[in-house]
């Protein structure tokens, strides 16, 4: 895991790994060769492109890689597999047979729904809302009486809309809250009614977005 916006959070596992590897599948190597200067890291490792659209067909380059070396799999920001590149990767590994490990970090799911002030018990990561209105549509129907916590990642620009539309399907009153910038200087947690959060958001907000809904409550 890498860090979600604050670099202080990158653990000394992730800083020896980075420090030491001589193969690194990133999503985006821009953004790998960026955190390790910004970490002050010195190493010059191989760097290959991982990320969503050519996953698939790296997954042998890399596994074969892994079964002579070490090799450091890495996102943008956050885990690798949660809503970013690295799950095919991690499914083919365990069916080969080639050991796979982790090094924890920063996760802006958890990070969202500790901070929420929502149950915590009970929870379920949704991802990425969907872009499409009629997919959306089906998804608030099938949420709509769902008990667990609920977390979701969205853009800024499409925030408004998305709490409106979870306002008139899960009901207005129904508890929520808004974690924009987590980690970052100007971070900001709004927990209210998604009525109220759907009316602050359509004045306009900036930022990365994690969503976090109370669940349905219990039906007599």
Not at 61 to 86: H, N, R
Not at 90 to 96: D, G, I, L, P
Not at 142 to 149: G, M, P, S, V
């Amino acid at each position: 895991a890498t860090p979600i916006g604050n670099l202080g959070d990158a653990s000394p596992r992730l800083r020896e790994a980075l420090e030491t590897a001589s193969v690194i599948a990133a999503e985006d190597t821009r953004m790998a060769t960026h955190l390790m200067q910004a970490l002050g890291i010195g190493n010059r490792p191989r760097l290959i492109s991982m990320f969503e659209h050519n996953e698939l067909s790296r997954v042998d380059e890399v596994l074969d890689l892994a079964g002579e070396q070490d090799v450091l799999v890495i996102s943008d920001a956050g885990m690798p597999t949660v809503s970013d590149p690295g799950y095919a990767l991690v499914a083919a590994a365990r069916e080969r047979g080639v050991e796979v490990t982790a090094l924890p970090g920063p996760s802006a799911p958890i990070t969202a729904l500790a901070l929420s002030g929502l149950p915590t018990d009970r929870f379920s990561f949704e991802g990425f809302v969907p872009r499409k209105a009629g997919e959306r549509a089906r998804l608030w129907r099938e949420l709509a009486t769902d008990r667990h916590t609920l977390i979701f990642f969205e853009s800024a620009r499409r925030l408004a809309v998305t709490l409106a539309e979870m306002a008139s399907a899960f009901g207005p009153d129904r508890r929520a809250s808004v974690a924009r910038e987590l980690t970052k200087k100007f971070e900001q947690v709004r927990t209210s009614t998604l009525g109220n959060l759907a009316e602050w958001a359509a004045q306009g907000v900036r930022g990365e977005i994690v969503i976090v809904v109370a669940g349905a409550a219990r039906q007599e």
